[in-house]
C-alpha cells in the first residue's frame, strides 16, 4: 500500500476535489435559499410607502433570521474549508461523514423558515439547534477520524492542529445547546445567543494560523 508521502493515494482513498466542489456548491445554495423566505405577499397592495415600510418592517424577525443563518453556514463552511487544508485523500467512511455533514446544511434553510414563521414556540429551537449540534459533531469526527487514518492526511495535522480544530468545533456547538437551553425561559434571548458565534470564530488562535504558507497552493 503506497504512504500518505511517496506522492500516490492510498488503495482506498480518492483525491478531495470532487468532494470540495460538491460542498462549495451545497454552501453557495443553501445560502441562497435563506433569503428566499423574506418575500412579500403576491396579492397584497400598498397604498403608499409607509404602509410598505410598516410589512418591511414586520418582517424584521425574518431579516434577523436570515443573517443568523448566513453567518452560521459562512462558519460551517470556513471550518469545512480549513479542514480540508490538512486532508490529502478521502476513503468511503470520510466520504460519507461529508455526506451526512452536507446533508445537514441542506436543511438548515428549512429549520431557517420553520424557526420564522414558529417563533413563539420552543420546537423550532430544538430543531434549528440540533442541526448545528449535529453539524459540529461531524466536523468532530472528520478530525478524529484523520488522526486515527493518519495515510489520509496532511502530515501537517499536527496533534495540536487536530485538538485546535475539535475545540473549536466543540465552542461552536456550545451556542446553539445554550440557545436550546434559554428558550425555555425567553424564546428572543435564546436567538440573540446566535450572535456570540462571529465572537468565537474570531477568538485568539484560529486553525488557519497553523497552516502553512502555501496551503492554498499546494
Known sequence: MSGAGDGHAPRTGFGTTRIEAL???IFAVAMTLLVLDIKLPGDQPFAGSGELFAHLWSLARHYL??????IVLGMLWIGHHAQFHFIRYVDHTLLWINLMFLFVITSIPFATDLLGDYHALNLPYAIYGSKLVF???????QVVYLRRHPVLAEPTLTATVARRMVVRAALFA???LLSMAMMLYNTQLALYLYFLLPVIHFLPGRVDELQPPDADGA
Do not use: E, N, T
Open 174 to 176: 456550545c451556542v446553539p
Open 65 to 70: 433570521l436570515y443573517f443568523v443563518s448566513f
Open 135 to 141: 453539524a459540529a459533531v461531524l466536523l468532530i469526527l
Open 23 to 25: 460542498s462549495d456548491g
